[in-house]
């Protein structure tokens, strides 16, 4: 176990529609891509802006709550923790890869086995983010 708190299949499962791409054109509503300005798509850039200004300082500075929402039963709550990883990749990318032999597995699990497209989706484009790792390493 990491300060994440994640290990062998300690994560819950849950449902949601949409899909999510850097917050850019998501809509955590249906997920309509229409390019409107919404909340997440603003939180999703200043969460960018602070990770490319203050690289990993951003993450350890979000850590504990990002590892609180990735514990936390409600998915919608769940995905936006999944959701901020991926957001975080280009700032804070050494940092969260230092926790991703635990990540790694809650993401893949989350990708294979949950029922909501959103989490399925944000899982896939986290992973994404960081096509760079290998488990192994």
């Known amino acids: 176990e ?6 062998n299949n300690q994560f819950g499962h849950g449902s949601g ?3 999510s791409d850097e917050g850019e054109g998501s809509d955590t509503e ?17 969460l960018d802006f602070l990770a490319r200004h ?22 919608v709550i769940r ?6 990883l991926g957001v975080l990749s280009k ?8 926790h991703f032999h635990h990540l790694f597995p809650f993401l893949m699990e989350s990708l294979n086995q949950n029922e909501h497209p959103l989490i399925r989706s ?6 994404s983010k960081y096509h760079q790792f290998s488990p192994s390493k």
């Open 2 to 7: 990491d300060s994440f708190g994640l290990q």
């Open 17 to 19: 529609e949409g899909s």
């Open 30 to 46: 249906g997920g309509a891509n229409t390019g409107d300005w919404n909340l997440r798509k603003e939180a999703a850039r200043a």
């Open 54 to 75: 203050f690289k990993e300082d951003t993450f350890i500075s979000a850590q504990e709550k990002i590892a609180a929402y990735l514990k936390n039963n409600d998915w």
């Open 79 to 84: 995905e936006s923790g999944i959701f901020c």
């Open 91 to 98: 700032g804070s990318h050494d940092s969260i890869t230092q």
């Open 122 to 127: 944000s899982a896939f484009w986290t992973l």
